[in-house]
């Protein structure tokens, strides 16, 4: 109960702010959405980036993100052939488990968990996982008719994306930052994570459910969140890396499903209703999972 308490409580509470804001005023999301995409994660995404120490670690976490992520892909194909699942349902299933929150719900969980040294791979996989879900979750919401092209022409478009060529062209360059910049950079990059809190408050206040798939919402969020960090778990044994980068993928890796699954989903009519229902359900879920997993590791 005190990892309850200390950890995943102060940001269940932020995500209860901005649910109640939400349900008073019905506030226009996507103002806020855009302004923390093209502003605040550039800027956070530099600042880490800039001051990192590549080494192996942050290789095998390119290779971690990689494997975990076809891991479930095979598991769900396989799952949607045994139950007979057809096409639009297997890509919603696949949206809901393949792409965690491991940046509005996963990074600031272990912020309070791991601290500041957590903290700096948390971000670096919340920018992998973008990347992978703006790709992959695009193909896979599309099955193929827009999926490559679009994906592409979407991480390309991505303002993180460009701020992580720009910090390692100023880090390996040797061309000084002014330090006031970058006290604003680092101004900026700071408001993300109380922002996009709030912000998935918001996104879950707007989801609407009917006719919940039990058997199906029960299977993706199995998977979601226990099969998961169990399949990252054994990632990390077999991958060399740092017992603290360990710990934080394998947290991340125990999110609940992302909500920008539900917007791609909605776009190319792939389960929606499915998709929410399941976004909604493992984000509930995990007030209880996450403390498990907490307590497992520390």
Known sequence: MTIFFQVVLPVILVFCSGYVLQKILHLEIKSI??????????????????????????????????????????????????LRYDTPTESGVILSTAFMNAGNYGAPIVLFAFGEEGFVYAVSF??????????????????????????????????????VWLALLFKYTGISIPGNLMSSVQLVGDALIPTVMIMLGMQLANITVKNLSWDKISYAATLRLVGSPLIAWMLTIILPMSDMMANVLIVSAAMPSAATTTMYAVQFDSKPELVSSITLITTLLSIVTIPIVLNILT
Request: charge should be positive; aromatic fraction near 14%.
């Open 33 to 82: 959405s855009t302004v923390a995409l093209y502003i605040m994660l550039p800027c956070l995404v530099f600042d880490t980036f800039y001051a990192a120490d590549f080494d192996q670690d942050y290789f095998m976490m390119v290779v971690f993100s990689l494997l975990l992520l076809f891991a479930i892909i095979i598991i769900n194909k396989m799952a949607a052939k045994a």
């Open 126 to 163: 919340m920018v992998l996982q973008q990347i992978v879900m703006n790709f992959f979750g695009v193909y896979y919401a599309a099955k193929g008719s827009a999926g490559i092209s679009m994906a592409i022409k979407t991480v390309l478009k991505m303002p993180p994306t460009h701020a």
